[in-house]
């Protein structure tokens, strides 16, 4: 299989990451539930991780990485601490709806500073118009899960400051591939998960908190148990219940396997296959992509749509050929609006530092043989 659809999951994982798992299943039991072996084994894993987010994205301690099982975990715990029922939003025009779902639960006053694709003038401008009438929170993507549209956060965390609006970062697609630093940006949360561009497993993720949080569920913490109410302190009071050893293990692997080959490597390697599968997309009669003129501003995912022909239909051909994609509007269909795809969504292709220009070319000749029929 030629696995191209790392925007959802990254599917190959490093042989670090297996055998970090595989070991805290062996050696690791609760962690804060006991002073034996296991217990102990399991404290210290937790340390290490917690402080190896920190100093790979700028939190300020430890204690402000919270382990949680997706990035809509941690957006969910983010907006619902700052954003009252009724209360007003900013939103980019390329959010997930992991972002404007909890948002619209809480029956918020949605502004979403709409702009076109790859125009990040245009993008900041939507921002700081939205900003001025004020707002409980803003919530902006780092990168956009269906186009690969790298959103100019800095400048935009600039205008939240500015104006006095909390900003929570949603690093969903650019964890582990582009820098990101939480002091830098003054964000108040910045969420991830592990299993994307961290090569963790599925049911991981981090929220780094800079801002006041309130708990999104409640019970055992292992710490202050006297207590009927969760604790004041991080990360004890954003994590209750048992934490998954074998998910942070494998996390914590990720992390490492990203820290050496480097975001900005990852970065560069992805940036080449996606221009190599637009290039060769070009060439197709009846195709149009998605993509920025210039690529180095580019994530390593890429849309497309192909004439006469429903994304759907598109993607489950090419599953015939041994090449997994994506279809349809990819949980986000405020993206599409903005880009002007909702009524039928795009095809997606996304690569991970694992693919080789021997996939891409192998996707290509999938595609001429699908178009030719």
């Not at 497993?201 to 800079?210: H, I, K, R």
Request: charged residues 20%; hydrophobic residues 45%; aromatic residues 6%.
């Amino acid at each position: 299989m030629i696995y191209l659809d790392s925007a959802a999951t990254t599917f190959q994982k490093p042989q670090a990451v297996r055998a970090a798992m595989l070991r805290a299943m062996q050696t690791m039991s609760s962690p804060g539930r006991g002073g034996y072996a296991s217990a102990r084994a399991a404290e210290e894993l937790l340390f290490r991780a917690r402080s190896l987010a920190a100093e790979t994205f700028g939190a300020p301690s430890p204690e402000q990485v919270v382990f949680t099982t997706s990035a809509t975990h941690g957006l969910n715990i983010a907006i619902k601490s700052l954003v009252p029922a009724g209360g007003r939003a900013v939103v980019s025009g390329w959010e997930h709806n992991a972002v404007t779902r909890p948002l619209r639960a809480l029956e918020a006053d949605i502004a979403v500073a709409r702009s076109p694709l790859f125009d990040t003038e245009a993008c900041v401008a939507a921002f700081r118009r939205a900003l001025k009438r004020g707002a409980d929170a803003a919530v902006c993507t780092t990168a956009s899960n269906v186009f690969g549209y790298i959103l100019p956060i800095g400048e935009i965390a600039a205008l939240c400051r500015k104006a006095g609006v909390p900003l929570i970062v949603d690093a969903s697609q650019t964890a582990g591939v582009l820098p990101l630093d939480m002091a830098s940006l003054d964000a108040a949360f910045v969420a991830m998960p592990g299993h994307k561009g961290l090569y963790g497993p599925q049911g991981t993720g981090l929220l780094l908190c800079g801002a006041e949080a309130k708990p999104l569920i409640e019970g055992g913490t292992g710490s202050a148990s006297l207590s009927q109410e969760m604790p004041e302190f991080l990360p004890d009071r954003l994590e209750a219940g048992t934490h998954n050893m074998p998910g942070i293990a494998g996390l914590e692997a990720g992390m490492r396997f990203v820290r050496a080959k480097t975001p900005e490597r990852i970065a560069r390697h992805e940036q080449r296959l996606v221009c190599r599968a637009a290039n060769g997309l070009r060439r197709f009669g009846g195709v149009t992509v998605y993509a920025a003129e210039d690529m180095s501003a580019h994530l390593g995912v890429l849309s497309f749509t192909a004439e006469g022909r429903e994304p759907e239909e598109v993607a489950e051909a090419l599953a015939s050929h041994g090449v997994a994609v994506r279809a349809g509007l990819h949980c986000a269909p405020c993206a599409h609006k903005s880009a002007g795809t909702l009524e039928q969504g795009t095809v997606r292709l996304s690569v991970s530092a694992f693919n080789t220009e021997a996939d891409i070319d192998g996707f290509l000749r999938a595609m001429r043989g699908i178009l030719s029929k």
